[in-house]
């Protein structure tokens, strides 16, 4: 009888699973305290420019130009007309500053309006505008005869800087006078 050697049979060696790596979790705890840092230091120059009002029993307490609200117990620039003075000479009681104006009554002359902004401007809407410049050109508050084309007819049916021209460019040209002079915005040969 001869005996076959067999191999015995392989050994099976549990391999524990890899641990995982604490690398990402750190990097992203010290990511969050950098910006928990970061939005703290903000809002601390934040809140350091934010210089609350003086507190005052007196205008004496107050700066220089500013008087005390006693109803508040804070300096304001102005509580009245009789506090504001030079080109702006009427207090926004709202804001407590010297300004321009508060109502049309203050505005004369070609700035009859006053704006939301409180200073004497020509227009804020267009009927405040008439004649020759009917259109009130709200970004800078001037009356002017056109702000779109739309506006214009006839002879000069462009609208360049509030004004009706003729043309702008040489499309806008043709027949004899195919050229556009941009300086005279008129149709030339």
Do not use: W
Not at 166 to 189: K, Y
Request: with cysteine; hydrophobic share 30%.
């Amino acid at each position: 009888m001869s005996y076959v050697r067999t191999a015995p049979p392989p050994r099976v060696v549990a391999v524990p699973p890899p641990r995982p790596s604490r690398v990402p979790l750190i990097i992203t705890i010290v990511i969050i305290v950098i910006l928990v840092i970061v939005i703290i230091i903000l809002l601390i120059l934040y809140f350091a420019k934010s210089k609350p009002a003086t507190k005052c029993t007196s205008s004496s307490q107050c700066a220089t130009g500013e008087v005390c609200d006693l109803g508040t117990g804070f300096c304001r620039q102005c509580l009245s007309d009789t506090n504001c003075s030079g080109t702006t000479p009427h207090c926004n009681t709202t804001s407590h500053t010297c300004v321009q104006c508060t109502a049309n009554s203050q505005c004369s002359g070609t700035t009859p309006i006053c704006s939301s902004d409180n200073t004497c401007v020509q227009c804020t809407a267009s009927s405040d505008c008439s004649g020759a410049t009917p259109i009130c050109q709200t970004s800078n508050h001037t009356c002017v005869q056109c702000t779109a084309n739309s506006d214009c007819s006839g002879a000069s049916p462009k609208c360049f800087n509030g004004t009706c021209v003729a043309c702008t460019s040489n499309s806008d040209c043709s027949g004899a006078t195919p050229t556009c002079n941009t300086v005279a915005h008129i149709c030339v040969p």
